[in-house]
Each structure stands twice: as C-alpha cells, then as structure tokens.
C-alpha cells in the first residue's frame, strides 16, 4: 500500500501494507490550515448528562461531561474500560441518541431540540459512521452497501454520491469486489467497504467505533492508514479505540471512566 496525491486528494493504493512504511510521513505532518482561516469548532459539549435505568430501575449517569470540545480537523482518540460510555458519547455526538440534560452543538447549531428529521439530515450531510462489526446487509452487494446511507438524500445528491463511488472504491482498493457480497470477502475488506459507505457522502465528520477490534495487525495498519489519510484531507475524525498504540497516533486522547472525560 502506498500513497499519493491526486486532485487535492490523498490516495491510498491497494496491496499489502508494510508497517510503518508511510506512518513517519504522517507523524510530522501538523494539522492542515487554510490560510489565515482560524480552526472552526465542530463539537462543543457543555454539562451533558446522559441516564440509563438498570434492571431495577434505577437511573444511572452513563455520561456525566462537564466540558468538551473538538476543532475541525482534529483525529481524536476515545479511550476507557469497557461500560465508560465510549459508544454511548459516539452516538451522541452522531445525532443518534439523546440526552437527558446540557447542551451538544454541532458546527454551531445545538442538537436537542432538532426534529427527528432535522437530525436525519444533518447526519446525513455531515457525519460518516465506521462500525466495529462493519454493519454490512449480507444479501446486498458491495456497490449497494455503500450507496445505503444516500438512500434519502436529494436526488441531485444522490447523483454525486453515484459519481463518487467509482474514485472512492478505487482509492480504498475495493473496485474488484463492488459486485461481490459481504459473505466472500476478508475481514480486512469488509471493513475497507464500511469506511466507504461511511464517506460516500463525502461528511466533514467521521465516528469510527472500535475500526480496527476485529482485525489482524496488518489490517489494523491499513485502516489507521486511510484514516491519517482522511485526515490530511481536513476531515474531523474520532476514534473509539482500546488500541492504546491507535489512540498514541491521534492528536488528542480523551479517557473516559464512569462516563466522566478525565484527559483531554
């Protein structure tokens, strides 16, 4: 695998991965500017409570975040023991979950009070998400997994997610199994489809979940990989990881315990 620059993008070009190869590249490169521009925020949470009942229900806080904050363009690592609330903050900063109290903005715009509908299209204008177990339908195609998230856009949209696929399936190296189905591919493609279907609407935001939990150490390079990648294209990305050497690579690591931010 290796990397080059096309059009004021960064590919990745399929094949093996040789570990590290590209990552001392990466690893000196600072946070993309544009001009005198100034870093935007993308996320800011202000005292967010989120409560859930147990089998007795008793409400329990499985957020608790005084204050946090992301700029565009950051790569941001979420770590902590398994129940710390890391899936759960994803999905609330994803616009998939509510909370019970506090304030989430998005680009500006506070997320609690947006109609389901409201929240539907802001996902699908803005954010791409990476599963853990890729989350692909086994009796549709490749090609048909990664359009399933244009499905309700505009057409005029729709047309330009069509346009896109093709350069998107070439730069993850996935144009050869695009009429194949989940049940013939590695582990290692399936998640290479999952981070196409999270970009085929080109989102300012990725949320990947756990990318690399279900993969070998050459795969987990290759998606660590796309996404610096991803990055350098000014893409805001956070990343749920228990890979400590994963969290070291982003900018930032966040660590939650009992759902309270305590580093950031």
């Known amino acids: 695998m290796g990397v080059k620059k096309y059009r004021n993008r960064t590919w990745i070009l399929g094949g093996d991965v040789s570990l590290n190869r590209e990552y001392d590249l990466y690893e000196t490169i600072k946070k993309r500017t544009d001009g005198d521009n100034v870093t935007k925020v993308i996320y800011q949470l202000n005292q967010v409570i989120k409560t859930y009942q147990d089998g007795e229900n008793q409400s329990f806080n499985v957020l608790d975040i005084e204050a946090f904050t992301c700029l565009e363009g950051e790569f941001v690592a979420i770590v902590g023991e398994s129940g710390s609330g890391k899936s759960t903050l994803l999905n609330v900063l994803g616009v998939l979950d509510g909370f019970e109290s506090g304030e989430v903005k998005l680009a500006g715009k506070s997320t609690g009070k947006l109609s389901d509908k409201e929240k539907a299209r802001l996902r699908s204008q803005k954010i791409g998400f990476v599963l853990q177990n890729f989350g692909l339908v086994d009796d549709f195609t490749v090609k048909e997994n990664i359009m399933l998230p244009v499905s309700y856009l505009p057409k005029n949209e729709r047309n330009a997610c069509r346009e896109r696929l093709d350069d998107l399936a070439e730069e993850l190296g996935i144009t050869a199994l695009l009429k194949k189905l989940p049940k013939k591919l590695s582990g290692g493609q399936k998640q290479r489809v999952a981070i196409a279907r999270a970009l085929i609407n080109d989102p300012a935001i990725i949320l990947a979940d756990e990318p690399t939990g279900n993969l070998d ?48």
């Open 217 to 264: 150490v050459v795969n987990s390079e290759q998606v660590m990989l796309i996404l610096k990648a991803k990055q350098l294209e000014g893409k805001t990305i956070l990343l749920v990881t228990h890979d400590e050497q994963s969290a070291q690579r982003c900018d930032r690591v966040v660590r939650l315990v009992d759902g309270k931010i305590f580093s950031s």
